[in-house]
């Protein structure tokens, strides 16, 4: 704690919550509809944002006050039993849909307050949990989700990322006093390395006798994110990460030890220029035998001399930055007690979303199955809800999710297959080679109407957004092409748009931020190159840039790395000089008639997207007949 300079408001939240007791146990006792200020900030640590439904808002009547819960679970895996018992009480509690995030987890939107202890007992009781989910604490452990069982690597990189997100769970009996009554939980073994590593104080790594050995009184200073890896394989965005291990072994497949990169973040502020998105640094490489001290090390550092005055400059990405690597890795070293060694040589790394029919080396498949911007639900003849559950129901398959917001199913029989595949099929899912390469590699936040920080819309909106795109790259003959796109309601960066090829971050409503030049296996920060486009302005703001790509791109040559390699200022005088392609001549002059309900349908999207009902209606049929001659 700073002893010169007021620390935030939260720090003395957290100080008195007795160790994430209060005042959450007493206000959910209470016969309200939502939590106190002080109340909904501890709350996160238990894994749960209060948020309202803002599409309900009315002025002078209480806010709709709707709880979202967010689950922990490493690597994404999730047993068949939590996806049916989180299936069970989004019907039960909540908006009936469940919602796959970018850090491999599940969310369920829409809990009243009364609801949320019997919710968070059922998810506890199916050996899930939320502990550690949301607040200033290590968050969900990524890892990569392919659960190859025939490469010893991924191997490694799923039991490390379990073994160190029980380093950092917090140890507070608070969670299990609050949502199971003292209730003692049936959790899974630590690994006996992981106990010790938490006690050993090491050269002050951990505060003796304290209920939190790790995090002490005050926890973070803001949330700490991890992930493991494989050499080459960048399904978790490596780069974006507080501390990202990647797994080294020798020639036999042995684990030898890890390549450690840290300082990666992408929240930001709109006007606020000291905040920015980053990505991490190479640290260097540490011995299998050291991971938990070094890991513990890195957490010791940020836990001491991160800022807990301003939370807007207290994410790790920051202290390194203002330090430098190498002070950094210094103040690392005295915690750790001995050097790191030299960060070892990678191959180059690769994008991978896992969608398809994969052998899993042991016999069994698994599939990855696309779900756009996360959204399990029915809609229609599309009920990716209804086959999961179906698929579930049956099989009990192991699931696995993706950083892409997309989910494995793990551990399937061949003799399976066919009838898998006529579930998703008979259910509306499209197969991996039939999803529009666009949609299968964007993603989009929830963003508008439950989280409280949208400025605009995101996954509600990104759909038609992708189809419009789509539509201009035909026009200018750019049908087959495809890059990385991202969409947040608000700079905070949940989708990771700062990595995109092309980002959408919402500064206002129906108006965007415009980032360009990502790279395709997201190892590169994009850049702003718009600070404010109103979503009607789409197709003239953007077919200048695909113009231009189409005419000046190198062979093989992405986007993202044409938006890199030529610079905004070329992009920006192309743009003024360039006269957009002719526009089909009789445009709107001919009538299509549709039936009532389905104008209603229409209108109501026009209102919710803030686009006029003839271009909705054009951009769906020009889709359609795009479709039909692919």
């Known amino acids: 704690m700073n002893p010169v300079k007021k620390v935030s408001r939260l720090e003395g939240i957290k100080e008195r919550s007795q160790f994430l007791r209060e005042p959450v146990a007493t206000e959910l006792a209470q016969d309200t509809t939502h939590f106190s200020e002080d109340g909904i900030q501890i709350l996160k640590f238990h894994g749960s944002y209060q948020q309202d439904n803002r599409d309900n808002r009315v002025k002078g009547q209480e806010k709709d006050y709707r709880m979202m819960l967010r689950t922990r679970n490493p690597g994404g895996l999730v047993s068949p039993e939590m996806y049916l018992t989180l299936d069970e009480l989004s019907d039960k509690y909540g908006y009936s849909n469940i919602r796959a995030t970018t850090r491999q987890a599940f969310q369920l939107h829409g809990i009243l307050k009364k609801n949320l202890k019997a919710t968070m007992a059922s998810i506890i009781r199916s050996m899930g949990s939320t502990l550690g989910a949301c607040g200033d604490l290590n968050r969900n452990?990524?890892?990569?989700?392919?659960?190859?069982?025939?490469?010893?690597?991924?191997?490694?990189?799923?039991?490390?990322?379990?073994?160190?997100?029980?380093?950092?769970?917090?140890?507070?009996?608070?969670?299990?006093?609050?949502?199971?009554?003292?209730?003692?939980?049936?959790?899974?073994?630590?690994?006996?390395?992981?106990?010790?590593?938490?006690?050993?104080?090491?050269?002050?790594?951990?505060?003796?006798?304290?209920?939190?050995?790790?995090?002490?009184?005050?926890?973070?200073?803001?949330?700490?994110?991890?992930?493991?890896?494989?050499?080459?394989?960048?399904?978790?965005?490596?780069?974006?990460?507080?501390?990202?291990?990647?797994?080294?072994?020798?020639?036999?497949?042995?684990?030898?030890?890890?390549?450690?990169?840290?300082?990666?973040?992408?929240?930001?502020?709109?006007?606020?220029?000291?905040?920015?998105?980053?990505?991490?640094?190479?640290?260097g490489y540490v011995d299998k035998e050291d991971v938990y001290d070094l890991v513990k090390a890195i957490v010791a550092t940020q836990r001491d001399y991160g800022d807990r005055v301003q939370r807007r400059h207290a994410r790790m990405k920051y202290l390194i930055n203002d330090w430098g690597v190498e002070k950094f890795r210094a103040k690392v070293e005295e915690y750790f007690g001995k050097s790191l060694q030299p960060f070892k040589p990678l191959p180059e790394w690769k994008f991978y979303d896992y969608l398809g029919w994969y052998e899993q080396g042991d016999g069994n498949l698994f599939l990855g199955v696309h779900i756009e911007n996360g959204r399990i639900y029915d809609n229609g003849a599309f009920k990716i809800k209804s086959a999961l559950k179906e698929i579930e129901l049956r099989y009990r398959l192991p699931i696995r999710l993706t950083s892409n917001q997309s989910l494995l199913l793990t551990e399937i029989n061949p003799a399976?297959?066919?009838?898998?595949?006529?579930?998703?099929?008979?259910?509306?899912?499209?197969?991996?080679?039939?999803?529009?390469?666009?949609?299968?590699?964007?993603?989009?936040?929830?963003?508008?109407?439950?989280?409280?920080?949208?400025?605009?819309?995101?996954?509600?909106?990104?759909?038609?957004?992708?189809?419009?795109?789509?539509?201009?790259?035909?026009?200018?003959?750019?049908?087959?092409?495809?890059?990385?796109?991202?969409?947040?309601?608000?700079?905070?960066?949940?989708?990771?748009?700062?990595?995109?090829?092309?980002?959408?971050?919402?500064?206002?409503?129906?108006?965007?931020?415009?980032?360009?030049?990502?790279?395709?296996?997201?190892?590169r920060l994009a850049q702003p190159y718009m600070q404010k486009m109103n979503i009607d302005d789409l197709e003239s703001t953007l077919e200048p840039m695909f113009a231009f790509f189409k005419k000046g791109r190198q062979s093989g040559e992405s986007f993202g790395d044409f938006c890199d390699r030529l610079g905004f200022d070329a992009i920006r005088n192309f743009a003024e000089s360039y006269v957009p392609a002719k526009k089909a001549s009789g445009r709107r002059k001919h009538r299509v008639g549709v039936s009532g309900e389905v104008y209603l349908q229409l209108k109501e999207a026009a209102a919710t997207k803030g686009m006029s009902m003839a271009q909705i209606a054009e951009d769906a049929i020009a889709t359609y007949l795009n479709n039909q001659s692919n």
């Open 141 to 283: 452990v990524m890892a990569v989700p392919a659960p190859f069982k025939d490469k010893p690597e991924y191997v490694y990189a799923r039991d490390y990322a379990n073994r160190i997100a029980d380093l950092l769970t917090p140890q507070t009996p608070a969670y299990y006093e609050i949502w199971l009554d003292g209730e003692k939980a049936v959790t899974g073994e630590e690994h006996p390395d992981v106990v010790a590593a938490r006690q050993s104080n090491g050269n002050g790594t951990t505060f003796q006798d304290s209920v939190e050995p790790i995090y002490g009184t005050h926890y973070m200073p803001r949330k700490f994110k991890c992930s493991v890896t494989v050499p080459g394989d960048n399904s978790v965005d490596a780069y974006t990460q507080d501390v990202t291990l990647v797994v080294i072994v020798d020639e036999n497949k042995e684990l030898l030890g890890f390549n450690v990169l840290a300082g990666g973040g992408m929240g930001r502020t709109h006007n606020k220029e000291e905040t920015f998105a980053r990505i991490a640094d190479e640290i």
């Open 416 to 523: 399976d297959k066919d009838e898998i595949d006529r579930i998703l099929t008979s259910n509306g899912i499209e197969a991996d080679n039939q999803i529009n390469l666009l949609h299968r590699y964007a993603m989009a936040c929830p963003a508008l109407p439950t989280c409280g920080l949208a400025v605009t819309e995101s996954e509600r909106a990104m759909p038609t957004v992708l189809d419009r795109i789509q539509a201009l790259l035909n026009k200018l003959g750019l049908k087959k092409e495809h890059f990385v796109i991202r969409m947040t309601g608000c700079p905070n960066g949940c989708a990771r748009p700062y990595m995109a090829e092309l980002g959408f971050v919402g500064s206002a409503p129906n108006s965007y931020q415009l980032w360009l030049g990502g790279s395709p296996n997201q190892t």
